[in-house]
């Protein structure tokens, strides 16, 4: 998540420049913050007019651990501004930089406005702020007459800046695009843009622009309602810095001259008053240049239009059970699509997949996709860690005993690392592998299936496991690593040398019970996994395809991903259907991989018949089988008595459900 703040700003309080020379130099003496995501300030002249605008951002500074960004506003501002303050950082004081009317802020705790009051006494102002999870908020105190005052980063700017008569101003964004635009508008009709080679600054008095009798709130609100209403309806714009060093005058130079306006009286257009410039550097460069005060601005490109296309095959925008209801249509356009489908982009193909609703409801009930964590955090996530939380908040390594099927409950123990072919462990265990190209995630997964975060390491460079890596799961099952195949930072040969491993691993390995082809849902599968594939065909290894970072697309292309290989396994003999989904990030999917992955044990059992159930509790020396009919339960008794699972020699005796016994004294009671 980025940041978490939205602008928010509130005009506080009024407050005395500290350094009197600069302020000398500013002519400024009243200075007011605002504070929230960005601090403004807002210069005003003894007169209480309108000044300048200065815009300060005040965000978590990259790499700091702190909420305020005291780091990044240093290095923004000039020398000019002064903080100081305990090592810790607790107090830093607050100031403005005259020449580049910035404003510094430091640190979460008690920040402390220095300045001095218009008596000329210093004075000082607690700032208390802190971060809390919606935003920052920053309660200013000791202020005098005024009540505390607490800003929520995200209350709209907007409405928090909501001037007097119930009239709010529109957000300053919002405005300052507006303002851009303005040049592109002509007599309300909008029909010409610019075209306008210059624009010249016409020096004016700065007393002009004071709006008589008006109090600074209400004409700058009303400066503001010309701006957007005046400026687009009228020929001529009417640019005030009202810096007091200059008010310019904006007219289109040469041919296409902007008329004086009839509408606006001599008064209405001098209130037109604000800056042209979208930053307010570019507008402080201005004042400094004000010796001369014509300027002439360079050309603006014309900005191009956007043309947006609308791609008929796309909604991956879309909500899941859009696609679904777009479904109905969509069958209409079948036939055309079908007919277009050999000259539609590989992209294109793979949007006009339309998921089979077993496998939305699959994405659904597993929250498969990228989500909003809103969505996250209802479903019962905790979006904070990384680790998978299969709908547990707080779920860390200690608590794999909450896992729902038993065998994944064991502890997770590397064992062996394998180079060559010779030196690959006895084949104890059933075994289950991970395939895959490198950096698809099949580390993380082991460690999301076992809930035992770093036994398996992990790297976001691909090429880290560069051996067969085994790993018991107590005495139950082998989970093996497998060096991911593809790109990867290792020398090509080294490469050629693990994927020929793999493939002896998985064409020759006894006790391979299951290879999970990890698939990064993204990018679907490529010719190397076709590859393996092959090979699995050919030496009748069963494998099942899980897509894996399922959290970083549209949940309905992890359907429409899951769909695609569906479709392209349906001849191939040993792959395992459902293609699984998962994300080891967020968990999702990790719950029915377990699942699915604890029924290749009971696979011992199926030859004999429909099996129901089978549970191995964890660290017991017995497990339980269920048949569907108790002659496949009496055969498999039969033959299995005495054989040899895993390791262990089994012994098999006859037991009865709770169902059954009642049915039987039902049936005795009769
Ligand atoms: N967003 C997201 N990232 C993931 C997921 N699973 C793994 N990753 C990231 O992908 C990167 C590679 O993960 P690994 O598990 O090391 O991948 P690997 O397939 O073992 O890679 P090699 O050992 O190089 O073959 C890591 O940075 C992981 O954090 C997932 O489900 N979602
Ligand atoms: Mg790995």
């Known amino acids: ?393 707080f779920s860390t390594s200690s608590e794999r005993e909450r896992i729902e099927v038993p065998v994944f409950r064991n502890k997770l123990t590397f064992f062996a690392a394998a180079k060559i072919s010779s030196s690959f462990p006895p084949p104890e265990f059933p075994e289950i592998a991970f395939a895959g190209r490198s950096n698809v995630g099949k580390s993380s997964l082991l460690n999301a299936l076992t809930r035992q975060w770093g036994v398996v390491r992990t790297s976001d460079k691909p090429g880290l496991t560069q051996t067969i890596n085994f790993f018991k799961l107590g005495s139950k099952l082998h989970l093996v690593d497998l060096p991911g195949y593809g790109f990867a930072y290792a020398k090509e040969e080294v490469k050629e040398e693990w994927e020929a491993l793999v493939k002896e691993y998985v064409s020759t390995r006894v006790g391979l019970k299951r290879v999970c082809l990890l698939v990064d849902t993204k990018w679907g599968m490529k010719p190397r996994d076709h590859e393996l594939i092959d090979l699995m065909e050919s030496s009748q290894t069963k494998y099942q395809i899980v897509l894996t970072k399922t959290d970083l697309v549209f949940p309905i292309d992890v359907a429409r991903r899951a769909m695609q290989i569906e479709e392209s396994l349906k001849a191939k003999k040993s792959a395992v259907q459902p293609v699984m989904m998962i994300s080891s990030n967020t968990g999702a999917g990790i719950r029915s991989l377990r699942t699915a992955l604890a029924n290749i044990v009971r696979q011992s059992f199926t030859p004999f018949g429909e099996v129901i159930s089978v549970k191995l509790p964890a660290g017991k020396g017995f497990g339980f089988v269920q048949f569907a009919i108790r002659s496949n339960a009496e055969d498999a008794m039969q033959r299995l008595n005495g054989a040899v699972i895993g390791k262990q020699r089994v012994r098999l005796s006859c037991g009865r459900n709770l169902g059954n016994k009642q049915s039987r004294m039902d049936a005795n009671n009769q």
Do not use: C, W
């Open 1 to 393: 998540m980025g940041k978490r703040f939205a602008t928010s700003s509130i005009p506080v309080q009024r407050l005395e420049h500290t350094s009197l020379k600069a302020a000398k130099e500013a002519e400024t003496q009243y200075t007011t913050y605002f504070f929230g995501m960005s601090v403004e300030a807002s210069s005003r002249n003894s007169d209480n007019k309108f000044r300048k605008k200065v815009k300060v951002a005040i965000g978590k500074s990259k790499g700091s651990k702190d909420d305020v960004g005291v780091g990044e506003l240093k290095e923004k501002s000039s020398k000019k501004v002064q903080s100081s303050g305990s090592k810790n950082g607790d107090t830093f004081y607050v100031d403005m930089n005259k020449k580049s009317g910035k404003v510094g802020v430091g640190r979460k705790k008690n920040l402390k406005l220095r300045y001095e009051d218009k008596e000329g006494v210093q004075r000082k102002r607690n700032l208390k702020s802190r971060n809390e999870d919606r935003g920052f908020e920053a309660v200013i105190e000791g202020n005098s007459g005024r009540k505390r005052k607490r800003i929520y980063a995200d209350i709209d700017v907007g409405k928090e800046r909501a001037l007097g008569n119930n009239v709010e101003i529109p957000d300053r964004k919002s405005l300052s695009k507006r303002m851009e635009n303005k040049f592109r508008y002509d007599s309300g009709k909008r029909k010409q843009t610019t075209g306008a080679k210059s624009y010249e600054f016409e020096e004016a008095s700065r007393k002009d622009s004071v709006a008589g009798g008006r109090t600074s709130k209400e004409s700058k609100l009303l400066d503001k309602k010309n701006l957007r209403g005046k400026v687009q309806g009228t020929n001529e714009v009417k640019i005030v810095e009202d810096n007091g060093f200059k008010i310019g005058m904006l007219r289109r130079s040469a041919k296409n001259k902007y008329l004086p306006t009839q509408k606006l009286d001599q008064g209405q257009r001098k209130r037109v008053a604000y800056s042209v410039e979208k930053s307010h550097k570019k507008m402080f460069q201005g004042k400094k240049s004000s010796a001369s005060d014509i300027e002439v601005m360079e050309d603006r490109p014309k900005k191009k239009k956007k043309v947006i296309r609308i791609d008929p095959h796309d909604f991956s925008n879309k909500r899941l059970d859009d696609g679904i209801a777009s479904k109905d249509n969509s069958e209409e356009n079948k036939d055309s699509a079908e007919k277009n489908d050999a000259e539609m982009s590989k992209n294109a193909q793979f949007r006009a997949i339309r998921p089979s609703p077993s496998i939305l409801s699959f994405v659904e009930d597993n929250f498969l996709g990228r989500r909003r964590d809103v969505e996250f955090r209802r479903a019962g996530y905790n979006t904070e860690l990384s680790a998978p939380l299969d709908n547990i908040p």
